[in-house]
């Protein structure tokens, strides 16, 4: 049910900010075009690591999410390894907009909500896994990831079928910097007013 409700957050959230960068274009957008550029070329380097690392994410986690504590590849290093990367893609997005503000909006509201998710998935993973889960939390760091601590095996058994559908998931940061360029053209022709500048 919680995830459900996450899901819908964000999926509000992220309706909202599309409605802002509709009706709205980065004030650098014709005096500082070089800045616009290096914004937008940041923000694809952060949605392709964040693509890479939700499908590297997903592979270990498809199909496995309460079945056992998954604590190899990515969750070797961070107990949330797919929100750090969601994280960066969702920044990446946002300086994909050719601003500061859209980014600056989304790592706030990551800060403010996210935090709240992660304790309560804790908690029902605690449920779940008991001391094997006490033991990780101690070893493994809750977001920001510690790359020494990697492991990773020679052999995992990934269920296709699931890994599949998480695959599209993964790959949302994409979708949406391509329907970012469709609202810049739309702007460039004149079929989508410019209500405000933001910077």
């Not at 290093?77 to 980014?103: D, K, M, Q």
Request: glycine share 6%.
């Amino acid at each position: 049910m919680f995830e459900k409700l996450r899901i819908n957050v964000s999926q509000v959230f992220v309706g909202l900010l599309l409605v802002l960068i509709c009706v709205s274009r980065s004030s650098w957008e014709e005096d500082l075009h070089s800045l616009t550029t290096v914004l937008f070329v940041l923000g694809a380097v952060l949605v392709g690591i964040a693509s890479i690392g939700r499908l590297w994410c997903s592979l270990y986690i498809a199909g496995y999410k309460t079945e056992r504590l998954v604590n190899q590849g990515p969750y070797s290093i961070s107990r949330n390894p797919l929100y750090f990367f969601s994280l960066l893609g969702a920044i990446g997005v946002g300086l994909a907009s050719e601003t500061l503000l859209i980014p600056l909006l989304i790592l706030i509201a990551f800060v403010v909500y996210y935090p709240f998710v992660i304790k309560s998935e804790e908690a029902d993973l605690l449920k779940l896994h008991d001391k094997e889960y006490e033991i990780y939390l101690k070893e493994v760091p809750r977001f920001f990831p510690k790359i020494s601590l990697l492991k990773e095996p020679e052999d995992y058994i990934v269920k296709p079928i699931v890994f599949k559908r998480q695959m599209f998931d993964a790959l949302w940061f994409i979708w949406l910097m391509g329907l970012l360029e469709i609202i810049e053209e739309l702007h460039e022709l004149k079929l989508l007013p410019t209500i405000f500048k933001i910077y």
